[in-house]
């Protein structure tokens, strides 16, 4: 077996020690969980929406806010629940949507398109932190028993949490679904306490109801069509409602299936996936369409307003006004815990998905599987994103909508290539009129709130350039996961009294065209004619991977021996199976090559794009850093 990675010194340094020690547990480490269980730890992300979602209803759509939040129930029940449910049966082990259009794209456009997507990612998680603790910052200050000098303290508070959140982590995130069961059934407890008391409040009132029914035909000219259309163009504006489903479908490696399940099909954890995401579907619709009616008709709109009471607090602004300022206090301090925890479910989400991506396609220093240099990088990430927005709820809500949409709809479009492929012709035709739903949501919140748009660039910008430098930088690695050689392959080798390789670019794969590569190289390098050669060929499989398995099969053309296998990069696989040879026969195997013309800078291009180039050079580099013993190290000759 040949390491890919030459293990790194060790730090004198206690801070470094600490920082790359890497405390990250294993998805498949974790104990199962009952699907409800792991619903609430989603739910501390999807569920805390309702601490700002009724408010930027009303903001964004006014008396229509009730239509507009129906609309996208219906967007939520009929056309995001099915969505998941196929994105769960189709990566039961956590992948999510943007796995599967990994797959369904090859070479380096489905990378590229992955890259993008993680910018997408970057935003909704990112702005989930920031956001949410702005939030929970707005809840602290319009407490009444909180000092009035705190008012003028919103970025501060908010940096304070968001630093709280990095300390959490660094120290060490551990299993905290007890604690987010217990969040999620207090907050949901509670928001049905106050959601109850305002319907009660509507029917004891029934003049609100007249009052709301005067304001919306009134702006609508007494036209319900006109009313349906506006609210179908303003309730993308509504968007954060549907934050939950890649969550939901993230976490499950920890549901617990049946006892039938194995790791290719397991069944038992797919349909416990399917309660989680329609129960949790259920629920938010249920709180969405209440909360945002009780609020539009019990709130007067200037409390909605930046500088308002009900400000990004809608529902804590009632909970106050209906049972005093004790009972909203603790709503405060419920509502102030979810939306903090949301942002321990975001950052959670991050620090998974960068080593389950990056490191793969070699587009992320070796550091990057490690949690807390991780953790420093967002948390800063996340403080100038603060900074920017002044940590104010509403200017971030399109930059929130906008990462969650487009993942819905890049999970929406690769549920409906699956079905192509799958030739189902019915489920292509609803799929992708789900699909272009989506596609019209998030378009039309780019347009109205383009700052989403303009971060994800920033982060996908990064994340391009700095994948490819890293691509770059770490392109000289061996890249190989294991070497296996077939029984035929061993044979040849263990017959050769000496370890002579000849690479060959395979044209024909006829005698002559060996018996002529042989005369060649024993020529050129002067190799005794009793000396045993054997023939190295590699052919390119997938250049935009980066390391994985390589297989070696013993092939004979004639009285010739051929040792052939495929990799990502042919250098690479060429000292990964050189080292493999030396430590499984105790020889320095010799390979050799011949001298190619043309500009290096072009060859050096061809490598990193098509995994070949100037082989010879690449392959002595690739050795002399994996082996730092020149004594050890496979020779490499070059003639011609």
Known sequence: MVRPLVPPAPHRNYLARWLLKDDKAH???????????????????????????????????????????????????????????????NSPHGEGSIAMLEHLLDWWQGKLLVLCLLGFVATDFIITITLSAADATAHIIENPFVPSFLDSQQVPLTLLLVALLAIVFLKGFQDAIGLAVFLVVAYLSLNLVVVGAGVLKILQNPSAILDWQQALFASHQNNPLLMLGMSALLFPKLALGLSGFETGVAVMPLIKGSRTDTPENPQGRIQNTYKLLTVAAVIMSFFLLTSSFVTTLLIAPAEFVPGGRA????????????????????YDLSTISILWFAGASAMAGLLNIVPRYLPRYGMAPNWASVIRPLVLLYTAIAFVVTLIFRADVDAQGGA???????????????????ARQRGSAQSVIGFGLITLVFFYTTIVNVIERPEGLHIAAFFISAIIISSLVSRV?????????RVDFDETARQFIAASSSINLVANRRKAGTEFEYALKE?????????????????????????????????VRGIEVGEYRI????????????????????????????????????NPIQYLLRFILFGEGDIAVVTREVLRKAEQNPLYRPAIHVGG
């Not at 929130?400 to 999970?411: D, F, P, Q």
């Not at 930088?473 to 996961?481: F, G, H, K, P, V």
Request: aromatic residues 12%.
């Open 400 to 418: 929130y909508a906008t990462g969650v949409l487009v993942l819905m709809s890049s999970a929406a479009f690769a549920v409906t290539l699956l």
């Open 563 to 598: 040792l052939r296998t495929h990799g990502a990069a042919v250098p690479n696989t060429i000292a990964a199976i050189l080292l493999v040879i030396r430590d499984q026969t105790g020889e320095i195997p010799h390979a050799y090559f011949g001298w190619i013309e043309g």
């Open 519 to 551: 005369q060649q190289v024993r020529e050129d390098h002067r190799i005794p004619s009793q000396a045993p050669i054997l023939f190295l060929e590699v052919q390119v499989s997938d250049a935009s991977d980066f390391a994985g398995n390589i297989e």
């Open 27 to 89: 998805e498949e480490h974790h104990p199962k969980q009952a699907w409800w269980r792991v619903m609430c730890l989603t739910g501390v992300d999807y569920f805390s929406t309702l601490g700002y979602q009724p408010g930027i209803a009303a903001l964004a759509a006014g008396s229509l806010a009730p239509i507009a939040t129906f609309i996208l129930v219906l967007l939520t029940l009929f056309g995001a629940l099915p969505i998941y449910r196929r994105v769960a049966a």
């Open 311 to 330: 400000n990004g607090r809608a529902l804590a602004y009632l909970a106050h006004r209906f049972f005093g300022d004790g009972f909203g206090t603790v």
């Open 473 to 481: 930088w770490r392109s000289t690695e061996l890249r190989a996961e």
